[in-house]
């Protein structure tokens, strides 16, 4: 038995500051992104490191919108009264293949959809709009109603002219910018390399997830769940085993990994009791604390510093206010480091979908779920979410944001949530 | 020159059916979903193969909720007209350990937060509302406010009582979920084995992303877009080449990949003109053509067939109907054989954007872009939205269904969207 208790020492006089200061704080901090190139069937989910702009005009040829006959839409001006004019067809043209044949007045082209209009036509008429005729082994091909000069062709340049902007610098990689990557031959891809980020846990009561379960102590959740969090920012985790509550040891590891990783991030030790050897550590010489308070629930002991020159984000070992830490401060330092113009998550107004009692001197950031009923959005809180509840972070896809101050809600009263990212809407 | 029309055979005769019959077909043909056991770090993204219980009670002991003493709660019944209690310390509890002391009347224990409460003690008293005084040797803590029975205690079970469900099969595996696996250490996960889909592009214009472009060619983007939308349905994409307008070439390759992959996607071949060859295809003898047609713009021409067994996905070739072919189609089948509970994207009802005047005799899925506005959700129609436009789907996170016969829209009229999942919010 020890005691080590000082209520007098500076653990007690933490000052708090706003969510938005300490975000602001922790961006100041942010490593620039390294370049790096990935073939094109890697770059899912990456970070565009570049600006990249259309090499060529798209379509780069005249493009026939359908199956059919080009023709010279002059031609079809005698199409009246039900009067069929025929023209002569003098080629066939399938998809990726160029015809050498000049299309002047009487002549026509078969013509497939997607292939390259021939010289000298200016409209493609639909297959199921025509008949064919043979006569002295040539043979014709019949129009009964007018068409107008560009019908059924997309002309170069339609979708995007040369020299114009496919895709901005820190756009991230989905299904349609792939697309649009292989469309203009960009087979290898100009990406942010993914920030990489040590995960560690401290506490000795820590159980490692394979260990069989003893008394009072729990298994290490957190670090599985900041890896995945880590992962839906753009990053990549590491994750450490635990370390003991020794701030020494503790120490010696958190500064190793400061200057192998672009991050650290531990969860626990942050409280103002004993062994909160994160706080301890912080409160070290030669480390910049950047805070170690914040006007926020859960995760008020929510703690950054920089040491030599590396961002250490030590948040708190309760399981809500760890995913919370990790969502508000280490995402967006994540996102700016990839380029992506918006780092921070959405915020929306929407609606109350319960009752919300539950008043506070801070910002509270309630996990709930939002729902769409008739067009409108609302956000259902969580059932229980006290910051060290574990279970409801999974059926959360939005934070209520509630103010301090702010007095009794009810369902359908205007609120603000963050929408968060992995959860749900699908 | 060849001629090969022939417009009264069986590619004009093909018989429309709603994309709901179309979904119903194809969802008959789901292959059985095969179980295999990965390590949990390797979790995220996976889909649960069977449900899950708690192997134990959570929390599995009763965990301090606060840095301070463990007390007999009786004990602080004099608490009143500001009189001190004081209670001999007798042990320290930090998290991980379990005291031997028993907590009886006069005695208290200081414990820290999420550290096992000690038998007899019925609630905890948070640091800050205690002092010290040390007296003969020995340390007590006073107390000034009366404190309720269970105070900062979290009970056993409070989150889940042992056997309760964790995670139902077919759950997509997130940063919450993946907490909870950690939490009751299930370190080896059983999930379903990722749906291997092979995507083939047919084409004779088809040029290989890095290769230099040519007149009346284009590169192969499909395979690329499809790559991804699979990954995000849960799939594994196996790209194979494009191959070239040949019937039986072409059969070849498909009729391989069949055997070898659990669905197959083309995109390509199933107009109504020349060179159709994965309409000619499916029309062969010993194929079960599923249809050749949907009352769908775009992708009218879709088509699903099943050979040897095997599902087979005809796409169409234009960019904007392949994307929508594969999400409403392809995307429900991967998601079934994966266990998920909702394999259909979800549809919301939302007010439309801005105007839209496009009628059509078809079921038209306009790309979109959803807004929130006040708490109401916008779906914005990309401006230009032509099947052939490849551009325009990166800017889409939706579908507005546009029912046939639906006359001119107006902003904030009530429509229908289907919700993708790869686009945006965030």
């Known amino acids: 038995m020890k005691y080590s208790d000082d209520y007098t020492n500076d653990k007690f006089k933490r000052r708090a500051i706003s969510v938005e200061e300490a975000q602001k704080r922790v961006m100041e901090h942010v490593r620039p992104g390294i370049t790096e190139i990935v073939p094109l069937p890697e770059a899912q989910g990456r970070f565009l490191a570049e600006p990249l702009h259309a090499p060529h005009p798209y379509p780069h040829f005249r493009r026939s919108g359908m199956d059919g006959y080009a023709v010279v839409s002059a031609d079809t001006k005698n199409c009246k009264d039900d009067e069929t004019v025929w023209l002569r067809v003098v080629d066939e043209i399938p998809c990726g293949y160029v015809s050498d044949r000049l299309i002047t007045s009487g002549l026509a082209a078969r013509i497939m959809t997607g292939a390259q209009v021939p010289e000298g036509a200016d409209a493609v008429v639909m297959l199921e709009a025509t008949r064919l005729r043979e006569e002295a082994g040539d043979v014709y091909v019949g129009l009964k109603k007018i068409v107008e000069p560009g019908n059924n062709i997309t002309p170069v340049g339609y979708e995007l002219q040369e020299g114009e902007l496919l895709l901005e610098k820190g756009t991230r990689l989905g299904a349609g910018e792939i697309s649009v990557l292989a469309t203009f031959g960009i087979h290898s891809v100009p990406v942010i390399r993914k920030p990489r980020v040590a995960v560690i846990s401290t506490g000795s009561e820590l159980l490692s997830v394979d260990e069989p379960l003893q008394p009072g102590r729990i298994r290490n959740s957190n670090s599985f769940m900041l890896a995945v969090q880590i992962r839906e920012a753009g990053g990549e985790p590491y994750i450490f085993g635990s370390v ?67 961002l250490l984000f030590a948040l708190s070992g309760n399981p809500g206010a760890c995913f919370v830490g990790c969502e508000l401060l280490l995402r967006p330092v994540i996102r700016t480091m990839l380029g992506a113009p918006q780092p921070f998550l959405p915020r929306w107004q929407v609606l ?58 009810e369902e359908a009263d205007k609120i603000e949530i963050i929408k968060l990212e992995g959860g749900g809407w699908s």
Chains 1, 2 share one sequence.
């Open 352 to 409: 109350l979908g319960a009752d919300y009692n539950r008043v506070n001197n801070y910002t509270r950031f309630v996990r709930a779920r939002t729902e769409i009923r008739d067009g409108r959005v609302y956000a259902v809180p969580a059932a229980v979410d006290e910051s060290s509840v574990m279970i409801s972070i999974k059926d959360s896809d939005c934070l209520i944001v509630i103010p301090p101050g702010t007095g009794q809600l």
């Open 244 to 310: 003991p509550d020794d701030v020494k040891a503790a120490g010696r590891v958190v500064m190793d990994a400061l200057q192998n990783f672009d991050y650290v991030v531990t969860s626990g030790g942050v409280s103002v009791g004993d062994y909160d050897i994160m706080g301890d550590l912080v409160r070290q010489e030669g480390v910049d604390l950047l805070f170690n308070k914040i006007t926020m629930r859960p995760g008020s002991v929510t703690t950054a510093a920089v040491i030599n020159g590396g």
